[in-house]
């Protein structure tokens, strides 16, 4: 996993809707971190969230990002993880989509 990959995809119909994904990385032998988005395309420009996760060696640690998303055509979204230190496995990775009326308000930024 030392690329991006694409761990799930939805297909959204034009709407406002409310992205959630998570996932839970299982560190190995040695302490792991990985890097996880959920995007509009797959070259992370179009990121709706994004967050890092770390986990030392031999434990587990999760991630939850939340995502808004106004479309007014069919648009694709996915939720890529990539680790970049140590070594590990990906587990119970999720993308939900739940359409609202509207969106109001603004999600954080770091």
Known sequence: ??????YAQLTL???SYLLEA???LFSKST???MACFIAQDTTLKGELDGGDVSAGSGEQNSLALTGALTNAATQTVEFFCKLFAGEGTVDAAHL????TGS???S???D
């Open 22 to 24: 998570t996932v839970t």
């Open 31 to 33: 302490p792991g971190k």
């Open 103 to 105: 969106l109001h308000g």
């Open 13 to 15: 119909p034009p709407g």
């Open 96 to 99: 939900v989509a739940i359409k």
């Open 1 to 6: 996993m030392t690329e991006y990959t694409s």
């Open 107 to 109: 999600l954080p930024f």
